[in-house]
């Protein structure tokens, strides 16, 4: 069996599962956030059960809309603290200790190698980096799980990703999942399959670039993304966990649906150019486009490495007069690990804006939304049409190299160069 | 049990984020509210007060990936059904939505090159039990994929949470698996 089948089996009692069945499995954590989180506790009230399933797994996160821009959301922020609240949470990541839920969740310790964990947020497959399965769910699935602790599950078809050789500098694992994007197509070709990542390269990647990498499997169409966990997962967690968990891996004779080996070292900085994912080139076909503005930050890309890889490029230089650049940490403590680090006062000092951490601009319902007109170079997640606010900006999606290396010049460069 | 009624086409992707657009992604779950600006980003005239609703179609028929785009949230379906869909049809669904579909018993039926043989407007009927679907206007007939028995379940106990509510009352969460 593949890592997912594996967890799907020993999460629901089973000795095995095969592809298209559904399953009922055991769920070890259950994240609700500030948007949706007063629709859940609602559905969840109304299952009639009282208590939730276990108060230190039912896990609450404020990140799409704070701090808020309007009443509307202020109000929406109150009935949301209300409900939590009213449900006795243990963990609840409120403005002044908030941070992108799949951050917090993975950061946090509260998603475990061999565990299920579903959230009610798309990019739920960020937690696939620890080797848990990540799932995203609406709020019914996350009312009857919070409920429960059960959730349903067709196990999905199993894909490998076999990735070899080194990494060149400059190039991140944003690159590698956008390069993915181009080869598989954004709109539905992994549709309900796994997507598991393996091989030297994979193995090479520090716990940030295997979170960009299970993060945008959703985009994929798939089910979930996941890296077996190993020494460097291990490291990740010991801070955050005392436990010990179950380090799962893929049987050597698993058997997969499809296979892709990629080989790293020819890979460059890629870009996915704007309305559609899957319409990905290399760096150097888009050089010299003109935009107005840099964003760092999502889920996808709001980490400490890629805020290092920002510092790097952008210390003691400019950014362009005619680019506003807006960073956005994923996370409080991503916040101060930069700090620390040295890393937002070179950002400071280069005319980068810092703002608290949030979803910000991604979702185009927060802080520094797009505007007709504007050309966004952005590290985030999707570049649909209006995404970011207008239907009238458009959108590249690059890696935090290519963002920050593009945003001295005011024009798309080649950060190799 | 047998459906008839109007359908609505597209050969295009027909994406979560456009069928509720980012002004509606924080509204309450309700099917009447959620219906009034259904697919207001798929077609700039059904961005008007129940625009699409009051066109009547209780079919939908598409091509690949309906309502991909990754929102998982549930307004999709619950918009769909408080605008009187009753069936969709298409080649494929993307996996946020087809599991809210199975979760409030709207089907979502897989048809491969079902949009072929239905333009916007045909009159469709469509048997649940024989998965046969008919196009009335064109006499064109199919043979859909057939619904799985735990989504068959999941219907007949008319969604998820009344699904549960009966497993709670009986006793019998435990011994789902």
Redesign the interface.
């Given at each position: 069996m593949t890592i997912t089948e594996k967890i799907m089996a020993y999460n629901?009692?089973?000795d095995k599962v095969t592809p298209g069945e559904?399953?009922?499995?055991d769920v070890f954590s259950v994240m609700t956030m500030d948007?949706?989180g007063k629709?859940t506790f609602k559905?969840f009230d109304?299952?009639?059960?009282g208590d939730v399933f276990d108060k230190s797994r039912v896990i609450c996160v404020s990140d799409h809309?704070v701090p808020p821009p309007t009443p509307q959301?202020a109000t929406?922020l109150n009935e949301w603290r209300a409900a939590v609240k009213a449900h006795d949470i243990q963990y609840f990541y409120d403005l002044g200790r908030q941070g992108i839920a799949h951050q917090i969740m993975v950061e946090q310790g509260h998603v475990l190698p061999g565990k299920i964990s579903v959230g009610?947020?798309?990019h739920a497959n960020t937690y696939g980096a620890v080797g848990a399965m990540g799932n995203?769910?609406?709020?019914?699935?996350a009312?009857?799980a919070m409920?429960?602790g059960?959730c349903?599950f067709r196990v999905p078809e199993q894909v490998k990703f076999y990735v070899t050789g080194t990494w060149q500098p400059w190039v991140m694992a944003k690159d590698l999942s956008l390069h993915i994007m181009g080869m598989m197509r954004w709109?539905?070709h992994l549709?309900?399959k796994t997507l598991e990542f393996a091989g030297p390269a994979i193995d090479a990647l520090g716990m940030a670039g295997r979170m960009t990498l299970c993060n945008m499997t959703?985009?994929l169409?798939a089910?979930n993304g996941i890296i077996a966990p190993d020494q460097t997962t291990i490291d990740f967690l010991r801070p955050v966990q005392k436990g010990n968990w179950d380090m799962i891996a893929s049987d050597a004779d698993a058997s997969y649906e499809a296979i892709y080996e990629i080989d790293i070292t020819n890979l460059g900085p890629t870009v996915s150019r704007p309305d559609k994912l899957d319409d990905v080139v290399p760096v150097e076909m888009v050089v010299g486009t003109k935009f107005n503005k840099a964003f760092v930050g999502t889920c996808t890309n709001g980490r400490l490495e890629d805020i290092a890889m920002v510092a790097k490029i952008l210390e003691g230089q400019q950014v362009h007069p005619d680019v506003n650049f807006l960073l956005v940490p994923a996370s409080t403590q991503i916040m101060k690990d930069a700090i620390k680090a040295g890393y937002i006062s070179t950002l400071l000092d280069a005319g980068v804006a810092v703002d608290t951490p949030s979803c910000s601009a991604c979702?185009?319902?927060h802080t520094g939304v797009a505007g007709d007109g504007d050309v966004v170079l952005s590290a985030g997640n999707?570049n649909?049409k209006?995404?970011m606010g207008s239907k009238n900006a458009a959108i590249y999606l690059t890696s935090p190299a290519v963002v920050a290396a593009s945003a001295l010049k005011g024009e798309i460069v080649d950060p190799r160069r | 049990m047998i459906i008839r009624g109007k359908a609505w086409t597209s050969r295009e992707?027909v994406?979560s984020?456009d069928m509720v657009?980012?002004r509606f992604?924080?509204s309450?779950?309700d099917k009447t509210e959620n219906a009034k600006f259904i697919m207001a980003?798929v077609d700039a005239k059904y961005d008007q007060e129940n625009a699409f609703k009051d066109e009547g179609y209780t079919f939908i028929v598409a091509a690949?990936?309906f309502a991909?785009?990754?929102?998982?949230?549930?307004h999709c379906v619950t918009g769909l059904m408080g605008a009187g869909i009753q069936v969709v049809f298409a080649d494929?669904?993307?996996?946020?939505q087809?599991?809210?579909a199975i979760?409030?018993g709207l089907p979502f039926v897989t048809a491969k090159n079902v949009i072929d043989m239905v333009e916007t407007g045909d009159e469709l009927e469509y048997n649940l039990e024989t998965c046969e679907l008919k196009n009335l206007t064109n006499g064109q007939s199919m043979m859909t994929a057939p619904v799985?028995p735990?989504v068959a379940e999941v219907a007949a106990a008319g969604?998820?949470?009344d699904f549960?509510?009966q497993k709670?009352k009986d006793g019998t969460?435990g011994e789902?698996?």
């Open positions: 629901s009692g089973r559904l399953v009922w499995t948007y949706l629709e559905m109304s299952l009639g059960t809309l959301f929406m009610t947020d798309s995203a769910v609406a709020v019914s699935d009312a009857v409920a429960t059960k349903w709109n539905g549709i309900y959703v985009d169409g089910k979702a185009g319902i999707r649909m209006g995404r | 992707y994406m984020f657009v980012q992604w924080t309450p779950i980003g690949h990936n991909g785009g990754g929102k998982s949230i549930e494929s669904f993307a996996r946020l087809f599991r809210n979760n409030y799985a735990f969604g998820l949470m549960i509510r709670i969460v789902l698996r």
